[in-house]
Every structure is written in C-alpha cells, then in structure tokens.
T-cell receptor, first 115, second 113 residues
Framework: GENVEQHPSTLSVQEGDSAVIKCTYS??????FPWYKQELGKGPQLIID?????GEKKDQRIAVTLNKTAKHFSLHITETQPEDSAVYFCAARGGYGGATNKLIFGTGTLLAVQP | GAGVSQSPSNKVTEKGKDVELRCDPI?????LYWYRQSLGQGLEFLIYFQGNSAPDKSGLPSDRFSAERTGGSVSTLTIQRTQQEDSAVYLC???????????FGPGTRLLVL
C-alpha cells in the first residue's frame, strides 16, 4: 500500500524567512496531494492541495510543487509569520479502487517561527 | 457555514469500558471518514462511508472497533472493551463526494486509564 514519508520532523525559522517541508510517496498511481495545518487542540485544516496533472500551485505565501517522476512533493511558505507556527501534514490519495477512499498521511512537521 | 462537529471533545474512560464517539458532518456531504491520531503521529485511516454503499472498514485495527452512519448523516464510532493503546485523538472528516477535499472536525481526545 501507499507510504508517505515527511521531512523534517521539526523546523525552526526566523520570522520573514522561508520554510520548506518535503514528502515522498510510494504509490505511483497516487493523484491527489493535500497539505493540512494543525494547531494545538484543533483538527487539521486544509491549506493547499495539488493534483497529479499539475506541477506547481501557489496561493499567496504558500506554494506546493509536485515531481511525479521522483514521487515527491513539497510545501513552501514564504515570508513566514509567528501565526504560521503549527504542525503541517502532507498526504496522498491513491488513484484506483479502495486506495481512493482514504488519505495516507506523513508523520508531520512541527514548524516554529521565531519572532 | 457550520463545519464538521464532534462530541465529546474529551473523554476519559477506564480500561474495559465501551465508548461512543459522535460525528456530525457538513450538511450535504455524502462521504464521511474516521481517522485516529496517536501522540506525535500522523493520521491513521479507520473507516470510510459513501452514501448508501457498504463502508470501507479496512483501517479498523481490531473487531473491538465499529462504526455506523445513520440516515447518511451522523456517524458513531464505537470502541468496545477499551485498552490503554486506544488512547488517541479520533478525527472525523467529510467531503462533498468521493475523491473530493476532506474537511476535518476538531476531534475527540480519548484517554483510557
């Protein structure tokens, strides 16, 4: 089945710097890759997603890139702010059969933005 | 509009007791998912409901876990004879249809003593 690896597990940056979180997946049939932000005591909130027919997607300070050949995708946050501090999860969804019923998540990255 | 809601927000129980966790999906969403998040871990898929189709139960860790969805809306996750390793955050998500964006609720934090 699908396996998603996420790095780094923790990331500390200065306010205003950029942050990059990387994920790799194992199932080449996976075709949907969302990123979620989870603040303490809350459920995950979708911040951006990308489908396999697109290489890059941007929404203000957040961008996601996808390399299907290498089976990896990355989250880029520019001009980081203290309110960006949270745990970020990447996920992948399979393209066929029962694999389309679920998201497989990475283990999360704790991002700390230092003022 | 209203998002996914879950109750209770926190639950403390004793080992061996049964617990029921409730999820109210976003109105009109036909797909509903349960995930489990253990301390410091990612989310682990448990079960998926889509309309009137048979649920995908492939993620349930043991036969002590079961879930139902009544009337295509509210869902209940039941854990029988709870064990300490069941302690986790149980998250519910819904989506407008299959293979669409999943929206998560705030979760139920379960502690088994």
């Amino acid at each position: 089945g699908e396996n998603v690896e996420q790095h780094p597990s923790t990331l500390s940056v200065q306010e205003g710097d950029s942050a990059v979180i990387k994920c790799t997946y194992s199932d080449s049939a996976s075709n949907y890759f969302p990123w979620y932000k989870q603040e303490l005591g809350k459920g995950p909130q979708l911040i951006i997603d990308i489908r396999s027919n697109v290489g890059e997607k941007k929404d203000q300070r957040i961008a996601v890139t996808l390399n299907k050949t290498a089976k990896h995708f990355s989250l880029h946050i520019t001009e980081t702010q203290p309110e960006d501090s949270a745990v970020y999860f990447c996920a992948a969804r399979g393209g066929y059969g029962g694999a389309t019923n679920k998201l497989i998540f990475g283990t999360g990255t704790l991002l700390a933005v230092q003022p | 509009g209203a998002g996914v809601s879950q109750s209770p927000s926190n639950k403390v129980t004793e080992k061996g007791k049964d617990v029921e966790l409730r999820c109210d999906p976003i109105s009109g969403h036909t797909a509903l998912y349960w995930y489990r998040q253990s301390l410091g871990q990612g989310l682990e898929f448990l079960i998926y409901f889509q309309g009137n189709s048979a649920p995908d139960k492939s993620g349930l860790p043991s036969d002590r876990f079961s879930a139902e969805r009544t009337g295509g809306s509210v869902s209940t996750l039941t854990i029988q004879r709870t064990q300490q390793e069941d302690s986790a955050v149980y998250l519910c998500a819904s989506s407008p249809g299959p293979v669409e964006t999943q929206y998560f609720g705030p979760g139920t934090r379960l502690l088994v003593l």
